[in-house]
């Protein structure tokens, strides 16, 4: 006899609206296991996989944002094909949540001079540099006690933001895996079991 779906596993809208819970949980908890997922891509005619920070996720836009180099390769591959993909794993809620949607970029507008000045200033360093992300360097290039000029950084400071159409949910457990697809149909989720 197959275990019984267990109740509060057992609601497709309640796991949909826990999964929004839970991302936006994660954007503001550095210790949550989806505040660093992984970002991908196609460029370069495959998959492109990097670790970012989760800066936000809101339930009400279903955006994601992270921030990033206008440079960096992920962002010249955006202007090819917007469609992004994002990987969060929890070891301990044995929960995978796979997000997929179109993005763009804010880059020094009202949405990325608000981010700047919140903190991602902090990481100035990383977008000092005039070397691109990505392009061949020397060790010289990476000595972060070289001078910089303070005002710079947020010309190269850009928020990629997503708005996801599409989760894949899968829960690992002993009683029995659980998988749920969920599209985005205008008025809410639309969510059906899937083989796990
Ligand atoms: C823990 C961790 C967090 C990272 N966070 C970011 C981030 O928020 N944004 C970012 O652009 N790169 C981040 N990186 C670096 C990316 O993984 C990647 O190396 C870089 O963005 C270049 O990717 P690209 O060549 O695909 O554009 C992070 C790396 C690690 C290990």
Same mark, same amino acid.
Request: a negative charge.
């Given at each position: 006899?197959?275990?019984?779906?267990? +109740? *509060?596993?057992?609601? %497709?809208?309640?796991?949909? =609206?826990?999964?929004?819970?839970?991302?936006?949980?994660? $954007?503001? &908890?550095?210790?949550?296991?989806?505040?660093?997922?992984?970002?991908?891509?196609?460029?370069?005619?495959?998959?492109?996989?990097?670790?970012?920070?989760?800066?936000?996720?809101? +339930? *009400?836009?279903?955006? %994601?944002?992270?921030?990033? =180099?206008?440079?960096?390769?992920?962002i010249?591959?955006? $202007?090819? &094909?917007?469609?992004?993909?994002?990987?969060?794993?929890?070891?301990?809620?044995?929960?995978?949540?796979?997000?997929?949607?179109?993005?763009?970029?804010?880059?020094?507008?009202?949405?990325?001079?608000?981010?700047?000045?919140?903190?991602?200033?902090?990481?100035?360093?990383?977008?000092?540099?005039p070397?691109?992300?990505?392009?061949?360097?020397?060790?010289?290039?990476?000595?972060?006690?070289?001078?910089?000029?303070?005002a710079?950084?947020?010309?190269?400071?850009?928020v990629?933001?997503?708005?996801?159409?599409?989760?894949?949910?899968?829960?690992?457990?002993?009683?029995?895996?659980?998988?749920?697809?969920?599209?985005?149909?205008?008025?809410?989720?639309?969510?059906?079991?899937?083989?796990?």
């Open positions: 006899m197959p275990h019984p779906i267990t +109740p *509060e596993i057992s609601n %497709l809208d309640q796991i949909a =609206d826990d999964q929004w819970q839970s991302l936006a949980a994660a $954007a503001q &908890d550095r210790h949550h296991a989806w505040h660093t997922p992984t970002l991908g891509n196609v460029g370069e005619g495959m998959a492109q996989l990097r670790t970012v920070v989760l800066r936000s996720a809101d +339930p *009400e836009t279903r955006i %994601l944002t992270c921030h990033t =180099d206008s440079r960096s390769p992920k010249v591959q955006l $202007a090819k &094909d917007p469609r992004f993909s994002w990987h969060f794993y929890d070891r301990d809620a044995k929960i995978q949540l796979r997000a997929y949607g179109r993005a763009w970029t804010h880059q020094g507008d009202a949405l990325a001079s608000q981010r700047w000045q919140d903190g991602a200033w902090r990481s100035a360093q990383c977008y000092r540099t070397i691109a992300p990505g392009e061949v360097c020397t060790e010289d290039d990476l000595d972060i006690d070289a001078p910089v000029d303070p710079t950084g947020e010309e190269h400071f850009v990629l933001a997503c708005e996801i159409d599409t989760l894949d949910w899968l829960f690992l457990r002993v009683e029995g895996h659980r998988r749920a697809r969920f599209l985005w149909m205008e008025r809410g989720w639309q969510g059906e079991w899937i083989a796990p």
